[in-house]
Structures are given as structure tokens and as C-alpha cells.
């Protein structure tokens, strides 16, 4: 059991730490974004979950982390792969809010 929390915490921690900063210069010349704008949508996304966690602790304590765990991480893969195609920053900070709530918010409490 400490194995899989384990890994299942390990897996959400990548993509958004050291996985993001390969795609971050991309992003941020296709959206025509300066340095200033992106930090202000990943502080955004950061600070907009903190706040849900505590719902999500309550949803873990009801529901189980199992049943929790298993309805979000679909979702989260589908988060990850539909960040992709943000074509504006409006787009993009939804998506940083999602993948941060989904992944490291709800999935590491999981774990």
C-alpha cells in the first residue's frame, strides 16, 4: 500500500514541475504570453485550488480514497491531454487550475 501511495504521488509531481518546464517556452510564444503573464496563471491556478482541498479532503473522508482516486484520475488524464489545445490564456489558466486540483490537489491527498 505505501508503495502504490507512493508512486501515485510521484506520478502527479512530474508533469507538473520538471515535465512543464520543456513545453513552458513553446506555450508561452504561442500565446504570446511575457514571463510576468504565465507566472500570474500558475500562482493563479495554485492559489484558486488550495482553497477546494478542503472540500476534497471531506469527498476522500465520504467517498473513500479508492472510489475518489479512481473517478479522478480519468479525468486528470483528460485534463493533461486537453491543455494541449488551449489556444488563450483564459483557456490555459482553466487548465492549470484543473491539472493542479486534479493531480497534485486531489491525487496526492489520494495517495
Do not use: K, N
Request: include cysteine; proline fraction near 4%.
Amino acid at each position: 500500500m505505501l508503495f502504490a501511495a507512493c508512486l501515485c504521488s510521484d506520478a502527479t509531481y512530474s508533469g507538473h514541475t520538471f515535465g512543464w518546464s520543456f513545453l513552458l517556452r513553446g506555450v508561452q510564444s504561442e500565446l504570446e504570453l511575457t514571463t510576468t503573464h504565465l507566472s500570474l496563471l500558475w500562482a493563479s491556478g495554485i492559489l484558486t485550488t488550495a482553497p477546494l482541498l478542503l472540500l476534497v479532503g471531506q469527498m476522500i473522508e465520504c467517498f473513500g480514497q479508492l472510489r475518489v482516486a479512481s473517478i479522478v484520475s480519468p479525468l486528470w488524464v483528460l485534463v493533461v491531454g486537453l491543455a494541449s489545445h488551449a489556444s488563450d490564456p483564459l483557456q490555459l489558466g482553466l487548465a492549470i487550475f484543473a491539472m493542479r486540483l486534479l493531480g497534485p490537489g486531489v491525487l496526492c491527498m489520494c495517495a
